[in-house]
């Protein structure tokens, strides 16, 4: 596939289907949505069978100069490709989860649902810092209209709160931007990631970024924003702000503030482990008392990506890779989960787990999902999210024991509320006859919820097909950060060998002290 623009063919392709969706009718959109989002799922499985994983670092780069030093430069390495796969693969299944609910304007809703595709691809691939930042700052406009166009009874304020957090963060970080294209006399991303910025300058630059990818992620305390969008949000909206928008700050992290400027990050490192600390006790204790369903994922969601940020800053490959596969599996579990919320909200038009109970005996099908889902939230071995929980915490331990030791509280409190939710919903007596008298999956529901469930149990079973395209990747950015890393509190001081005869004659006088 050389010299073939693949990943300007995957943008077009979700670009053509929205202008052709503003045209059409409602179910004409419906199909043309359909049918673009599974054109470029098809494009995503090619780039990932043709993706070289011994190869060059940057592959299916594209150059065309635009103005100045504004370039249209695509170009992807092992991490942004498995976040390409994931919007890809997230993206026909919110199509179909809005095939019913969705009724008034349905082609604006079709078309901005593909234009946030585009930029979603755009964020992941582009290698002009410019055009990462109109990528990941246009972001905001489709997801804007979707909560407060098609959103709940709240959706205004949730669409101006989400859009004013997220907006006012990056101003510093275009800033940061222009000092440091002005600086290093590139806007290519790869040049600017091996560029050595003076120490005294790169405590402010990771400031000013920090403040756009940690609202993005996001991390406590500018977290509010999550659980009223969410709340909000149509449920394919709630599905790919978890799955893929709230990944745009790990990867920034990882693009960026890790590679560009690695003594600030590890100067820094104890802001980040300490918000983060924050952020998995507090929000798992708020997740544990919620009546609300969406609220209630969209804590969790906050407490999953804190274990996300300690493992990028724990400047390891076995915390690096943690993290990256805690954001792969979180987007497509509490993707699932949302689903899971939308699928009986349909039905009973009410998020309050106070009006459900004992699902399991009229809707057995889906309460063997949601079990499947609910337990891969909590990290269960053999589901997405504990091998990347496990290398997460594995790494912070390397160079923080206490962060490690708060972190693993999450895993214990996410049992709590996520097992506490489930047997709300699923057991105990059915009090409501209208909850009762709630069909099963229909077969479009399950064939939204089969995929994702097949994709979080083979990540479970076999991590290595995901982790492999990044390990190069992985262990560049943790040799870049080698010189910078703080000195970890939990290596073992091993003494020296002793020679085995020396050895065996202390075990023998030790025996006989003891005789």
Same mark, same amino acid.
């Given at each position: 596939?050389?010299?073939?623009?693949?990943?300007?063919?995957? &943008?077009?392709?979700?670009?053509?289907?929205?202008?052709?969706?503003?045209?059409?009718?409602?179910?004409?959109?419906?199909?043309?949505?359909?049918?673009?989002?599974?054109?470029?799922?098809?494009?995503?499985?090619?780039? #990932?069978?043709?993706?070289?994983?011994?190869?060059?670092?940057?592959?299916?780069?594209?150059?065309?100069?635009?103005?100045?030093?504004?370039? #249209?430069?695509?170009?992807?390495?092992?991490?942004?490709?498995?976040?390409?796969? $994931?919007?890809?693969?997230?993206?026909?299944?919110?199509?179909?989860?809005?095939? /019913?609910?969705?009724?008034?304007?349905?082609?604006?809703?079709?078309?901005?649902?593909?234009?946030? /595709?585009? $930029?979603?691809?755009?964020?992941?691939?582009?290698?002009? =810092?410019?055009?990462?930042? !109109?990528?990941?700052?246009?972001?905001?406009?489709?997801?804007?209209?979707?909560?407060?166009?098609?959103?709940?009874?709240?959706?205004?304020?949730?669409?101006?709160?989400?859009? $004013?957090?997220?907006?006012?963060?990056?101003?510093?970080?275009?800033?940061?931007?222009?000092?440091?294209?002005?600086?290093?006399?590139?806007?290519?991303?790869?040049?600017? &990631?091996?560029?050595?910025?003076?120490?005294?300058?790169?405590?402010?630059?990771?400031?000013?970024?920090?403040?756009?990818?940690?609202?993005?992620?996001? &991390?406590?305390?500018?977290? @509010?924003?999550?659980?009223?969008?969410?709340?909000?949000?149509? @449920?394919?909206?709630?599905? =790919?702000?978890?799955?893929?928008?709230?990944?745009?700050?790990?990867?920034?992290?990882?693009?960026?503030?890790?590679?560009?400027?690695?003594?600030?990050?590890?100067?820094?490192?104890?802001?980040? #482990?300490?918000?983060?600390?924050?952020?998995?006790?507090?929000?798992?204790?708020?997740?544990?008392?919620?009546?609300?369903?969406?609220?209630?994922?969209?804590?969790?969601?906050?407490?999953?990506?804190?274990?996300?940020?300690?493992?990028?800053?724990?400047?390891?490959?076995?915390?690096?890779? *943690?993290?990256?596969?805690?954001?792969?599996?979180?987007?497509?579990?509490?993707?699932?989960?949302?689903?899971?919320?939308?699928?009986?909200?349909?039905?009973?038009?009410?998020?309050?787990?106070?009006?459900?109970?004992?699902?399991?005996?009229?809707?057995?099908?889906?309460?063997?999902?949601?079990?499947?889902?609910?337990?891969?939230?909590?990290?269960?071995?053999?589901?997405?999210?504990? !091998?990347?929980?496990?290398?997460?915490?594995? *790494?912070?331990?390397?160079?923080?024991? #206490?962060?490690?030791? !708060?972190? @693993? @509280?999450?895993?214990?409190?996410?049992?709590?509320?996520?097992?506490?939710?489930?047997?709300?919903?699923?057991?105990?007596?059915?009090?409501?006859?209208?909850?009762?008298?709630?069909?099963?999956?229909?077969?479009?529901? =399950?064939?939204?919820?089969?995929?994702?469930?097949?994709?979080?149990?083979?990540?479970?079973?076999?991590?290595?097909?995901?982790?492999?395209? &990044?390990?190069?990747?992985?262990?560049?950015?943790?040799?870049?950060?080698?010189?910078?890393?703080?000195?970890?509190?939990?290596?073992?001081?091993?003494?020296?060998?002793?020679?085995?005869?020396?050895?065996?004659?202390?075990?023998?006088?030790?025996?006989?002290?003891?005789?």
């Amino acid at each position: 596939m050389d010299g073939f623009p693949i990943l300007s063919l995957m &943008m077009a392709v979700p670009m053509a289907g929205a202008i052709a969706c503003l045209f059409a009718g409602a179910n004409a959109a419906r199909w043309i949505a359909l049918i673009a989002t599974l054109v470029d799922l098809v494009l995503g499985i090619l780039l #990932w069978a043709n993706f070289d994983q011994g190869g060059l670092q940057w592959q299916f780069q594209e150059y065309s100069p635009i103005f100045g030093r504004f370039a #249209w430069a695509l170009g992807i390495d092992g991490i942004a490709l498995m976040l390409i796969i $994931l919007t890809v693969f997230l993206m026909p299944i919110c199509i179909g989860a809005s095939w /019913e609910a969705i009724n008034k304007r349905v082609g604006e809703y079709m078309a901005a649902f593909l234009f946030m /595709e585009v $930029l979603m691809i755009g964020v992941f691939a582009a290698q002009d =810092i410019y055009l990462f930042y !109109v990528m990941f700052e246009a972001g905001l406009i489709p997801m804007y209209l979707i909560i407060g166009i098609w959103g709940g009874a709240d959706r205004i304020y949730a669409s101006y709160k989400f859009f $004013l957090y997220t907006l006012l963060g990056s101003v510093l970080m275009l800033i940061a931007m222009m000092w440091m294209v002005h600086e290093a006399g590139t806007t290519e991303i790869p040049a600017l &990631m091996a560029y050595d910025f003076d120490p005294h300058v790169q405590t402010w630059l990771f400031l000013a970024f920090f403040a756009s990818f940690a609202v993005k992620m996001p &991390m406590w305390p500018v977290h @509010t924003w999550l659980p009223d969008a969410h709340v909000q949000a149509p @449920t394919a909206g709630s599905v =790919i702000l978890a799955g893929v928008l709230l990944k745009m700050g790990g990867y920034g992290f990882i693009r960026f503030s890790l590679p560009m400027f690695p003594e600030a990050s590890s100067q820094l490192a104890w802001l980040v #482990w300490g918000l983060s600390m924050v952020a998995v006790v507090y929000t798992s204790l708020v997740a544990l008392v919620q009546s609300d369903m969406k609220k209630l994922i969209a804590y969790s969601s906050v407490a999953h990506m804190a274990i996300v940020t300690v493992g990028l800053f724990a400047f390891n490959q076995a915390g690096i890779e *943690g993290a990256m596969m805690v954001m792969l599996g979180h987007g497509l579990v509490s993707g699932a989960l949302f689903l899971c919320v939308g699928v009986i909200y349909d039905r009973l038009h009410t998020r309050e787990i106070s009006r459900y109970g004992g699902l399991s005996i009229n809707m057995p099908k889906y309460a063997v999902l949601f079990l499947l889902f609910t337990m891969a939230s909590v990290g269960l071995p053999g589901t997405s999210n504990f !091998v990347g929980e496990f290398l997460a915490l594995m *790494g912070i331990y390397q160079a923080s024991s #206490w962060v490690a030791l !708060v972190c @693993t @509280t999450g895993i214990i409190l996410g049992a709590a509320y996520m097992l506490y939710l489930y047997r709300r919903i699923a057991y105990g007596e059915q009090v409501n006859a209208d909850a009762a008298a709630m069909p099963d999956l229909s077969a479009r529901e =399950i064939a939204l919820l089969a995929p994702i469930a097949a994709a979080v149990l083979w990540m479970g079973v076999y991590p290595e097909s995901f982790l492999a395209p &990044m390990r190069s990747d992985i262990r560049a950015l943790e040799a870049r950060l080698a010189p910078a890393a703080p000195a970890g509190d939990s290596h073992i001081k091993m003494g020296a060998a002793k020679p085995a005869g020396e050895a065996h004659h202390e075990e023998v006088s030790a025996h006989g002290e003891a005789h």
